[in-house]
């Protein structure tokens, strides 16, 4: 088997196929090469009767999925042009589309760590199981990037603000919040997943889930919906820290302290990118957004330190550039919103996806 095959597993099991990421040490982060063999799975189970079900699950104890292989793209971005970390994310933002559009039942369990291209490879499918070790982040604006593989069009649509918050902030959430975000529809007990699993091989999903699923426990959101909506519904980041820092519950001022960490190129990107996908309708059209942002993002200064502070040196120190919410200007944001053009500069006008053709 070559590497991507074997950090790719996949076997069928009666009536389901099933896909596990088999990277356990890296949490199962997402590379090019898995990225092209989960695509190529779905292509061949896609036209095989046999198959009625797919299951995605990770290897290992830790998680479903990481990210995607943010140490790669550091490097691209300090060293490299930008080619391979471009080409990684259409082949991935297609697949997320993909996930979306599948005919067949799609069921990722959600268990443990699921974050960033984790997200992506599992929230857009049909059959989203979370369990209580669940740990669900999009937490790119603490790296000086802003959140892709479709989380800004899933987080756009979620309750209130709460999508807001939870792509300005990064912060992790579990079962139950992940559920009144409309990030994952069933909880699961841990304990349940195997024979949630062997159930899949000979019944109908639906049947499955009779048996195995149960009311997720209560998340902390739904009890902070009033200062959330409140302050996270202003028009600028500082208005939104403003507000924060104004309100009377102690969660908010550490949210606000929260925000003041990140990039602040970042925080202003996300939250116009986040605004901007309201209103831009389909998933492909929101991803198309996001292709431009991150493809913006390799030439700035924040991507490169940011991977460098949270995951190469682990100092947790990011030095910001520029250093302040004040200091990025409405140009600085717009600019990441430009279209491409062939070599992936800005000023462009081409569906740089390719949805156009599918």
């Not at 939104?240 to 990039?263: N, W, Y």
């Not at 030439?299 to 990011?318: F, H, M, S, Y």
């Amino acid at each position: 088997m070559t590497g991507s095959e074997d950090s790719v597993l996949l076997h069928r099991a009666g009536r389901a196929a099933h896909l596990t990421l088999n990277r356990p040490r890296a949490i199962n982060a997402l590379d090019h090469a898995m990225v092209r063999r989960v695509d190529e799975a779905l292509t061949a189970w896609e036209h095989d009767s046999a198959v009625e079900t797919v299951v995605v699950t990770g290897a290992g104890e830790r998680g479903l999925c990481a990210g995607g292989d943010i140490r790669a793209i550091h490097d691209d971005a300090r060293d490299g042009d930008g080619t391979p970390s471009a080409a990684f994310w259409r082949d991935e933002y297609r697949l997320n589309a993909r996930i979306a559009r599948w005919s067949k039942p799609y069921v990722a369990l959600m268990d443990g760590i699921v974050m960033g291209g984790g997200v992506g490879i599992s929230a857009h499918g049909s059959v989203r199981v979370v369990t209580e070790r669940s740990k669900i982040a999009m937490p790119e604006t603490g790296i000086g990037f802003v959140p892709d593989v479709g989380g800004t069009y899933l987080l756009s649509r979620a309750p209130g603000e709460l999508g807001t918050r939870l792509a300005l902030t990064g912060a992790a959430i579990g079962a139950g919040d992940a559920v009144l975000c409309g990030l994952a529809d069933h909880y699961v007990p841990s304990a349940s997943l195997p024979r949630f699993v062997d159930d899949l091989a000979e019944l109908p999903v639906r049947e499955a889930l009779d048996r195995h699923a149960r009311s997720a426990p209560e998340g902390e959101l739904a009890g902070q919906r009033e200062w959330t909506d409140t302050c996270f519904a202003a028009d600028t980041v500082e208005e939104i820290v403003r507000r924060l820092f104004d309100h009377g519950d102690p969660a908010a001022k550490e949210t606000a302290q929260t925000l003041l960490a990140k990039s602040p190129t970042a925080l202003k990107v996300t939250l116009a990118a986040l605004r901007r996908a309201r209103r831009l309708g389909s998933l492909e059209r929101v991803l198309e957004q996001e292709y431009r942002v991150s493809c913006a993002a390799l030439t700035t200064p924040d991507l490169i330190e940011g991977i460098r502070a949270q995951v190469i040196d682990k100092d947790r120190t990011p030095r910001w550039s520029p250093p302040a919410l004040a200091e990025v200007t409405d140009t600085d944001v717009e600019r990441f919103f430009e279209p491409l053009d062939e070599d992936g500069n800005g000023n462009g006008n081409r569906d740089e996806l390719g949805f156009a053709g599918l």
